[in-house]
């Protein structure tokens, strides 16, 4: 199974970019969590978005909550990464990841990654 993100550019402050992540392979997209993560460098990559199997999702609150909609088509088995009202502090480079069962939050619970989308927010 191989995940290819998309999407990102460089955007004004204030500005919208959707990002996507496409899954290809043998897998069964719709039995897969998905989440997105951020690096900047010299930092850990941290969690942005995650979504279930079933849709139900969950966001990094202190950062992105009420700007970023993570979402999911099990028919083009992609998600997606709504990203509004963007903020300098968002600059970083974006990787979506699934694994089974449930998302989670943390990194190495993650077995298949993206390839990173760069997003710059200029001020």
């Known amino acids: 199974v191989q995940l290819q993100a998309s999407g990102g550019g460089l955007v004004q402050a204030g500005g919208s970019l959707r990002l996507s992540c496409a899954a290809s392979?043998?897998?069964?997209?719709?039995?897969?969590?998905m989440g997105w993560f951020r690096q900047t460098p010299g930092k850990e990559r941290e969690f942005v978005a995650g979504?279930?199997?079933?849709?139900?999702?969950?966001y990094d609150e202190d950062s992105v909550k009420g700007r970023f909609t993570i979402s999911r088509d099990n028919a083009k088995n992609t998600v997606y990464l709504q990203m509004n009202s963007l903020k300098p502090e968002d600059t970083a480079v974006y990787y979506c990841?699934?694994?089974?069962?449930?998302?989670?939050?943390?990194?190495?619970?993650?077995?298949?990654w993206g390839q990173g989308t760069l997003v710059t927010v200029s001020s």
């Open positions: 979504i279930n199997p079933s849709g139900g999702s969950t």
């Open positions: 990841a699934g694994r089974g069962l449930r998302m989670s939050t943390i990194a190495r619970d993650y077995t298949l």
């Open positions: 392979g043998p897998t069964t997209f719709s039995l897969l969590a």
